[in-house]
């Protein structure tokens, strides 16, 4: 019975793409380390972009939220649990974006699966950025849409394909148009050229999905992210990176709001987020809208890191806190891991299926508890790593 759990394990150690958790905690004392079996290690495998993890106000926010409106939001959003919490959430995360309505998910996989999957309708085409989130490609295929993936941020294919679907008369052809794209790419660190993609789905009748995991707090004079650019028809963001607590955002229009709650079947069927919890992202995210130092310590330190790298080290373009190093293969890549570790530096291997194959990476994320010393450190070691690597 169920023999291919041992078979497919076996074959996920002989391709070096065995995945273990670790037991690890940050370090209150030095947010720029996590502590893992007793040793501290300076991390560059947080998303916790702008540092604001153990931040003192959001930590009384939460207090404050239990205390006044409750630990567990007792019901699904349609049934007990739509709190004031919540909605005052809503109407902070609005006026920030400049968007209608809003409304709250457990989680961002949870938000972009929900919500792709209840637009999927049958007579639906929607197109994704091929390097787009396991959460959007399980939503879109698992609703009735027809999905197909362009290029990663090939917009001269996707615009091939917007306006041979536009221009075709055939009634098979489906009718309402997504375009899913990811702001800041969670593995590459690169950007998609939002202003582009929103024009584009204007002009084709289609509507533009932008999932701004990790742009939110980290891009935008206010922190908004990759939306601040321009008008995106719909927003998701998740709370569990730079706004440091947990649960997720989509903020759109207000027919697709009332949609949502019809019909978002993550939504209906699920215990609404803690209120604390609630209270306390919007006390993060008012500390985000006003501490654009943050924002800016990121851009810094990641030019000095850009700057002080040697050409031995291949990381990709990036404008973001995201910069990925390309190892290639996951045994080399699991190697550098090791020893990185070994010089006190925490930073996570990359593999398939998480990124293609022979693309394996070490995806450094800098923070804004990082400083120049933790920079040069690690651009000492990883001279050093590549250089073991290369012997
Ligand atoms: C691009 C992107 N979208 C969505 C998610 C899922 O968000 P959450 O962690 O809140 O489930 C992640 C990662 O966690 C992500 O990297």
Request: with cysteine; net charge neutral.
């Given at each position: 019975?169920?023999?291919?759990?041992?078979?497919?394990?076996?074959?996920?150690?002989?391709?070096?793409?065995?995945?273990?958790?670790?037991?690890?905690?940050?370090?209150?004392?030095?947010?720029?380390?996590?502590?893992?079996?007793?040793?501290?290690?300076?991390?560059f495998s947080s998303n916790?972009?702008?540092?604001?993890?153990?931040?003192?106000?959001?930590?009384?926010?939460?207090?404050?939220?239990?205390?006044?409106?409750?630990?567990?939001?007792?019901?699904?959003?349609?049934?007990?649990?739509?709190?004031?919490?919540?909605?005052?959430?809503?109407?902070?995360?609005?006026?920030?974006?400049?968007?209608?309505?809003?409304?709250?998910?457990?989680?961002?996989?949870?938000?972009?699966?929900?919500?792709?999957?209840?637009?999927?309708?049958?007579?639906?085409?929607?197109?994704?950025?091929?390097?787009?989130?396991?959460?959007?490609?399980?939503?879109?295929?698992?609703?009735?849409?027809?999905?197909?993936?362009?290029?990663?941020?090939?917009?001269?294919?996707?615009?091939?394909?917007?306006?041979?679907?536009?221009?075709?008369?055939?009634?098979?052809?489906?009718?309402?148009?997504?375009?899913?794209?990811?702001?800041?790419?969670?593995?590459?660190?690169?950007?998609?050229?939002?202003?582009?993609?929103?024009?584009?789905?204007?002009?084709?009748?289609?509507?533009?999905?932008?999932?701004?995991?990790?742009?939110?707090?980290?891009?935008?004079?206010?922190?908004?992210?990759?939306?601040?650019?321009?008008?995106?028809?719909?927003?998701?963001?998740?709370?569990?990176?730079?706004?440091?607590?947990?649960?997720?955002?989509?903020?759109?229009?207000?027919?697709?709001?009332?949609?949502?709650?019809?019909?978002?079947?993550?939504?209906?069927?699920?215990?609404?987020?803690?209120?604390?919890?609630?209270?306390?992202?919007?006390?993060?995210?008012?500390?985000?809208?006003?501490?654009?130092?943050?924002?800016?310590?990121?851009?810094?330190?990641?030019?000095?890191?850009?700057?002080?790298?040697?050409?031995?080290?291949?990381?990709?373009?990036?404008?973001?806190s995201i910069?990925?190093?390309?190892?290639?293969?996951?045994?080399?890549?699991?190697?550098?891991?090791?020893?990185?570790?070994?010089?006190?530096?925490?930073?996570?291997?990359?593999?398939?299926?998480?990124?293609?194959?022979?693309?394996?990476?070490?995806r450094v994320t800098i923070c804004?508890?990082?400083?120049?010393?933790?920079?040069?450190?690690?651009?000492?070691?990883?001279?050093?790593?590549?250089?073991?690597?290369?012997?």
């Open positions: 019975m169920f023999d291919f759990l041992t078979q497919r394990l076996k074959t996920q150690k002989e391709l070096h793409r065995f995945r273990q958790r670790t037991l690890s905690t940050t370090n209150v004392e030095r947010p720029n380390y996590i502590d893992v079996d007793g040793k501290s290690y300076l991390n916790d972009y702008l540092g604001l993890n153990n931040h003192i106000k959001i930590k009384q926010a939460l207090q404050e939220g239990a205390n006044k409106y409750g630990l567990c939001s007792t019901g699904s959003s349609l049934i007990t649990g739509y709190n004031y919490a919540h909605q005052a959430l809503e109407a902070t995360i609005c006026n920030w974006l400049n968007k209608p309505k809003c409304l709250l998910f457990n989680s961002g996989f949870a938000a972009n699966s929900g919500v792709l999957h209840a637009l999927g309708d049958k007579h639906c085409q929607f197109y994704l950025d091929k390097l787009s989130h396991a959460s959007l490609i399980d939503g879109a295929f698992g609703s009735n849409a027809k999905v197909k993936r362009f290029l990663h941020n090939d917009l001269a294919q996707l615009t091939q394909w917007l306006n041979k679907s536009s221009n075709t008369t055939d009634n098979q052809t489906a009718q309402d148009s997504l375009i899913v794209s990811e702001g800041v790419f969670s593995m590459d660190g690169d950007q998609a050229d939002v202003k582009q993609l929103a024009q584009l789905a204007k002009q084709n009748n289609a509507l533009l999905y932008l999932d701004d995991a990790h742009s939110i707090g980290v891009l935008g004079e206010k922190g908004q992210g990759s939306c601040a650019q321009t008008n995106v028809d719909i927003v998701m963001a998740t709370f569990g990176k730079a706004i440091a607590t947990s649960g997720a955002f989509v903020a759109c229009d207000e027919t697709l709001f009332e949609y949502l709650v019809n019909f978002a079947r993550h939504y209906i069927y699920s215990t609404a987020i803690s209120p604390a919890m609630a209270w306390a992202t919007k006390a993060s995210i008012e500390l985000i809208q006003q501490e654009q130092w943050r924002r800016e310590k990121i851009i810094e330190l990641s030019q000095l890191f850009i700057k002080k790298l040697s050409n031995s080290v291949e990381v990709l373009p990036s404008d973001s910069h990925a190093i390309i190892i290639g293969s996951e045994e080399k890549t699991l190697q550098a891991s090791q020893l990185l570790k070994k010089q006190g530096i925490w930073l996570t291997a990359i593999r398939p299926p998480t990124v293609a194959h022979n693309k394996s990476r070490l804004a508890n990082h400083n120049a010393k933790d920079i040069i450190y690690l651009v000492d070691s990883l001279h050093k790593t590549i250089e073991t690597l290369n012997d």
